[in-house]
Structures are given as structure tokens and as C-alpha cells.
């Protein structure tokens, strides 16, 4: 029997003229692992909600066909009677803890399951270790970072050992080791316990790899369902957007595209495609010239929390005019901290900051930005038609999808009068690889000094002239994108972790400008 299924559903939010779900049958057999892709606003979210009974019990509506879940009728049992079955985790965890401590906000689900208390203590303990969160047991939540958050939210749904567990973006937090470590997860969780796995992402090249199955959805409907390889021959001619940097490059090279850096490897190696391990270089000019304007200027600044630790540690950082920065380092490593200082919203304990003019700030809670009824109310019309939100003016903003949130908060921000410094934090959450490249564009035709923290590789090569990375609050690397971003293997792209950084190629279009010209490459 289908531990998930899914019959003729069709589900339209109030108010909406468009069903979130329009005639979606599925069944999802115990134990897979699906990943569930599509662009923002296609039914990803709304498919988990209508899993864990929040559509229609909680966001109303109208609903027809039916779901079932575990045995269990969603129309007749709602959210709170299939939480013992089903685990969920949706894009923003801040608005899901709800305990003042990491450990009882872990305990919270077993208490509520009626679990004794030696049982919620192994079970705390077993969260906590399998999402490395063993030392944050005892820290507020009201102190963590938001990546932070996300694992300790994950924890949480994760503890009371549920039959299915829906993630909504889960890695859109995290930084490259713990997105990885986090995918691991979920297959040893799957593999071990038969966990089944309902997992909505857009960057697909993370967890393709270890999926068993894809579900696309467009307009509420699903328009593929099949394997990792079939998505992916099926996203190149129908749904380029929805690709993966590696199909993408195996595609140009007309090689079929797989699912995996090991894969692709192995495709290229098939095909005589190695590029010649003496051509990596990434020997350039760094974008900006010494002489030009310093729009923001770090010096040796410290930020010390009283009896804890110290957030930046006597960090330098200067940034001139029009330079476009990424700004990335593991989550705790201080890049939230630094664009607050940057824009005035913490004071360092010691050093100074100099700036140009104003400091434009983006953080990454998007919601926190929205406060009128109406998304024409929020930002300029002008600034809605830049960021793809002409024709949502009536809507009302938390009815967005996380994506379209995110591009809301972004008009907000930057409104008409550009900044001297627009900084970003985590900009590209929700979003699916379509509008991050919109975004990126966006970016370079900004007249600013544009600093972004960011935990996505592909994003950062796409608009990035310098990347700074930082570990303990101090900046342990600054230099061209293709120097920090091609070498490595968590932070770089997947296209660079395919090649091995040669050439210093990020991009797909790169890497098969630099096959292309291997004079051992066997002709497709």
C-alpha cells in the first residue's frame, strides 16, 4: 500500500482565481525519497501542506479529491492527529521554534507524544547528534543564526521519528558542508529506518544524486514523474530552468546528462573529455581599481558578546565602488553580523566602520519586511515591475510563495534611490534557479557596491567580481571568484567540482568552452 496518496486533488487558496493543486494524482510507495522540483509558485509547497493536513484545515479554500497518509484520510484527520505520522519543516524555521532553549524545543514533539522522560532524553540526544547541533543543546534560540535555526527546526521534526517527513527547502539555510551533511542524512534516515522523504528543493545538484525519485510540478499540475536521469533529460528539453549545472554542461558537450559529480565525472572520462589537470588558472585582475572610492571600510573591527564569545574578530575589510562581492563562510562565521554592522544596525566593541552613504540592508527572514494588506502597498510599482511582481498588486503578501517573498523584500529595500551599499543576506531563499539568475543579473546593472552573504556557489559565480570568505569572524580568504570558487569541494561549483577547478571554469558555459577545445575529446 502507498503510504501517501494522492487522488484527482484540486486545491484553490482564498481569495486566489488560480488552484495551488489542479487535478494532482500521485502515489508515493514507503521508503523513497523524492525530491519534489519545480519553479516558485508551481505547487511544491502546497503539495507538502496538503501531506501534513495544513491544506485545507489550516489555510482554508476550496478542496476536492481526496489524500491519504499513512492510512489516514486528510479530510477527516487533521494536522495535529497526523503529526505522529508526518514531520514537516517549512522554508522559514523561525516561525517553527517555539521553545526558548534548543533542548526543550527537541523535547516539545515527544513531550507531546507522551514520550517518558528517559525516552525524550535519547531522543534530544539522537537529533542532536545526527544534525550536529550537540553544542547549541543549551544556547537560546532567540542566538542562533538562521542556519542555526533551520537544523535546530529540523531536529524537532525529525525526533519523534515520523513515518514521512516533508522539507520544504530545508538546505536553504545552510552552508555547503551542512547542506551536504544534511542530504546524507536524510538517506541514511531513509535507508535505515524506511523513512519516506518528501524533499522540495530548487538547488537540485544537491540532492538529485541521492533521490530515487523526481516529481516535477508546473501550474499545480505534475509535469514529470520518473527518475533523477529521466528529470534531468526531460528538464533539458522542456524545463531548462529547472536543470542542473551539470546537465547543463554535459548536455553542451551532447553527452546525456546524469544526476552526481562522481557521474559526470565519469561521462567525461568516457568520452576523452578530462581537461589536461595543467589547466587550471585562475591568474586574472580583480574588478576595481586601488584608486577608486572606498564605499565601505572594516578596520579591525571586534564585536564581543559579554560573557560569550566574539563574533568578528579584529576583521579588515574594505570595499570600493560598483564591486560586486559574495560574501560566504560556514553558518556561526559572522556574515550576518558583518552586514549588520556594515548598516548600522550593531555597534562594533571595538574598531571602526567608515561608509559612503547609505547602507542598504536585506535580512533573511523576508517576512519581516511585510506590513501592509496589499503587495501594492509594499513597494513602488516600478520597483515591483523590476523584481517580476507586475500583476500581484492586489495580493496580500504572506499569500506569496517563499520565492516571490523574497523578490517582494527585495523591492522594499532597494525601493527608488539607490543605495551606496546594498547588502543581501541569504537574498536568494525560496528562489528557483530562474529568478536567482534574473536576480544576478539584476545585481551587475545595480549602480552600487553590492555585498552579498551567500550560501550558494552557482549564485555567487553568477554575479560575484570577488568572493571573501570568512571562519571565526575573520576573513581567511579574499579574491577573484574563479581563484576561491573553482579549486574546492564544498564551496565551489558544481561545475568546478566536475572539472577538479580546471581553468578556473564555474559555469557550464565555461566548462564546455574549455572541453570543447581538449584535443583528446572523442566526438559525440
Same mark, same amino acid.
Given at each position: ?139 537560546? $534560540? =532567540? ?7 533551520? *537544523?535546530?527546526?529540523? @531536529?524537532?521534526? +525529525?525526533?519523534?521519528? /515520523?513515518? &514521512? ?72 528539453? $522542456? =524545463? ?7 546537465? *547543463?554542461?554535459?548536455? @553542451?558537450?551532447? +553527452?546525456?546528462?546524469? /544526476?552526481? &559529480? ?263
Amino acid at each position: 500500500m502507498s503510504i501517501v496518496e494522492f487522488e484527482s486533488v484540486t486545491y484553490r487558496y482564498p481569495g486566489r482565481a488560480r488552484p495551488a493543486l489542479d487535478g494532482v494524482s500521485l502515489n508515493i510507495e514507503p521508503g523513497q525519497l523524492v525530491v519534489i522540483a519545480g519553479a516558485s509558485g508551481s505547487g511544491k509547497s502546497t503539495l507538502l501542506r496538503a501531506v501534513s493536513g495544513l491544506v485545507p484545515h489550516f489555510h482554508g479554500g476550496e478542496f476536492s479529491g481526496r489524500v491519504q497518509v499513512a492510512g489516514q484520510d486528510t479530510r477527516s484527520s487533521g494536522p495535529g492527529e497526523l503529526a505522529t505520522e508526518v514531520g514537516t519543516l517549512f522554508q522559514d524555521p523561525e516561525t517553527q521554534v517555539v521553545m526558548g532553549t534548543v533542548r526543550a524545543e527537541l523535547a516539545f514533539p515527544l513531550e507531546n507524544q507522551g514520550w517518558g522522560q528517559a525516552a525524550i532524553a535519547r531522543g534530544v540526544e539522537e537529533a542532536a547528534l545526527a544534525l550536529a547541533i550537540e553544542g547549541l543543546l543549551d544556547r537560546s $534560540t =532567540a542566538e542562533l543564526s538562521g542556519g542555526e535555526l533551520q *537544523r535546530v527546526a529540523l @531536529g524537532a521534526t +525529525l525526533a519523534g521519528r /515520523p513515518k &514521512v517527513v516533508c522539507l520544504d527547502e530545508p538546505t536553504s539555510q545552510l552552508d555547503p558542508v551542512a547542506g551536504d551533511e544534511l542530504i546524507g542524512l536524510l538517506r541514511r534516515l531513509n535507508e535505515d529506518g524506511d523513512l519516506t522523504v518528501l524533499l522540495a528543493e530548487h538547488r537540485l545538484e544537491r540532492c538529485l544524486g541521492t533521490a530515487d525519485r523526481v516529481v516535477a510540478m508546473s501550474a499545480g499540475r505534475v509535469a514529470f514523474d520518473g527518475s533523477p536521469e529521466g528529470f534531468l533529460g526531460w528538464a533539458m528539453k $522542456t =524545463a531548462p530552468a529547472l536543470a542542473t549545472p551539470g546537465a *547543463r554542461l554535459l548536455s @553542451g558537450l551532447g +553527452l546525456p546528462p546524469v /544526476p552526481g &559529480v562522481k557521474r559526470a565525472r565519469s561521462a567525461l572520462r568516457q568520452r576523452g573529455l578530462e581537461p589536461d589537470s595543467g589547466s587550471f588558472s585562475t591568474r586574472g585582475k580583480q574588478k576595481g581599481s586601488q584608486s577608486a572610492q572606498t564605499a565601505l571600510k572594516f578596520d579591525r573591527v571586534w564585536h564581543e558578546i559579554k560573557e560569550g564569545p566574539a563574533i568578528l574578530r579584529s576583521l579588515s575589510l574594505v570595499a570600493k565602488n560598483g564591486e560586486r562581492i559574495a560574501l560566504m563562510g560556514r553558518n556561526g562565521a559572522g556574515k550576518s553580523t558583518l552586514l549588520r554592522h556594515a548598516a548600522g544596525l550593531m555597534k562594533p566593541t571595538r574598531g571602526k566602520i567608515q561608509t559612503s552613504g547609505r547602507v542598504a540592508l536585506l535580512l533573511q527572514n523576508p517576512t519581516d519586511y511585510l506590513v501592509h494588506d496589499t503587495v501594492a502597498q509594499e513597494a513602488p510599482a516600478a520597483a515591483l515591475k523590476r523584481f517580476g511582481l507586475a500583476g500581484f498588486e492586489s495580493w496580500h503578501p504572506r499569500d506569496l510563495s517563499g520565492g516571490e517573498k523574497q523578490r517582494l523584500a527585495l523591492a522594499i529595500v532597494i525601493g527608488e534611490d539607490t543605495p551606496a551599499v546594498l547588502a543581501l543576506d541569504e537574498p536568494t531563499r525560496g528562489m528557483d534557479r530562474h529568478f536567482k539568475h534574473e536576480l544576478a543579473e539584476l545585481i551587475k546593472t545595480i549602480d552600487a557596491t553590492v555585498i552579498v552573504a551567500t550560501h550558494d556557489p552557482e549564485f555567487a559565480a553568477a554575479f560575484a567580481d570577488r568572493v571573501v570568505l570568512l571562519a571565526d569572524g575573520r576573513v581567511i580568504a579574499d579574491g577573484m571568484t574563479s581563484e576561491i570558487l573553482s579549486g574546492g569541494t564544498y564551496f565551489a561549483t558544481e561545475t568546478a567540482r566536475i572539472l577538479g577547478g580546471a581553468g578556473g571554469a564555474l559555469l557550464p558555459e565555461q566548462g564546455i568552452a574549455l572541453l570543447a577545445s581538449t584535443p583528446t575529446a572523442t566526438p559525440a
